[in-house]
């Protein structure tokens, strides 16, 4: 039963580009939250998504961020216009149900490093 | 959800019993204290998780104190791929927020 997939692992983009990343779910989650870790720093949550809605985006900046999780396909987090300040790693979770209904796990991916030059 | 406290970073040596503090004074009676780690960028792991009583798995021990103030988690035998961040988080399940909110958390560096 394969984890919690992102890719790309590594994106390089110039400031003024769009990144796209992208995490596939465990098999029979549809629960997706993305965290982003800024270097040195805490993970800070970003948007909590459940199939082809938004639940919470409140750490979403309100600006050039965007989220979706399609009814088909793998949930993906949009940055247009990237500045220096988007390089991070940008972590992705799924759980089965929702938190408060179950024990409290989220399966972790690997993350994707965006490096804005 | 509550707040939690940890000391920013532990040492320990390779196969002593890593113990690893966490302070949640406010916690209320329906929260939960769960376990993360973050070895060196990888993503986060889930460790344990409980309530009032003692848990125990493969991978570690969560003691928790009569009056739920406090807990330690503890890992038997600590090795060096035991060396990561180790993060305390106190949420409720029923009707509290659908995130994990993630402190700064205890960076433990087991040594040789």
């Known amino acids: 039963n394969a984890g919690v997939m992102q890719n790309p692992r590594h994106l390089v983009r110039r400031r003024g580009q769009e990144a796209r990343l992208r995490c596939s779910p465990m098999k029979g989650h549809s629960h997706v939250y993305w965290y982003r870790q800024l270097p040195e720093e805490g993970l800070k949550f970003m948007v909590y998504l459940q199939k082809e809605n938004i639940i919470d985006e409140s750490g979403m900046p309100k600006e050039r961020f965007s989220a979706e999780f399609p009814k088909e396909g793998p949930s993906i987090l949009r940055i247009q216009q990237v500045v220096r300040g988007d390089s991070a790693a940008y972590f992705c979770?799924?759980?089965?149900?929702?938190?408060?209904?179950?024990?409290?796990?989220?399966?972790f991916g690997e993350g994707s490093r965006l490096t804005v030059l | 959800d509550a707040k939690t406290t940890q000391p920013p970073s532990m040492d320990c040596a390779e196969g002593r019993a890593a113990n690893l503090p966490c302070n949640h004074s406010t916690i209320s009676g329906n929260e939960y204290v769960y376990w993360y780690r973050q070895i060196h960028s990888q993503g986060p792991q889930y460790i344990i998780h409980g309530l009032k009583n003692n848990e125990t798995n493969e991978m570690a021990s969560l003691i928790i104190t009569e009056d739920r103030k406090s807990s330690t988690l503890i890992l038997p035998h600590a090795t060096l791929r035991d060396t990561a961040v180790y993060y305390c988080i106190v949420r409720r399940p029923q009707g509290g927020s659908e995130k994990l909110v993630f402190g700064k958390g205890t960076k433990l560096t087991v040594n040789p």
């Open positions: 979770a799924s759980s089965p149900r929702e938190l408060r209904s179950n024990t409290g796990e989220l399966f």
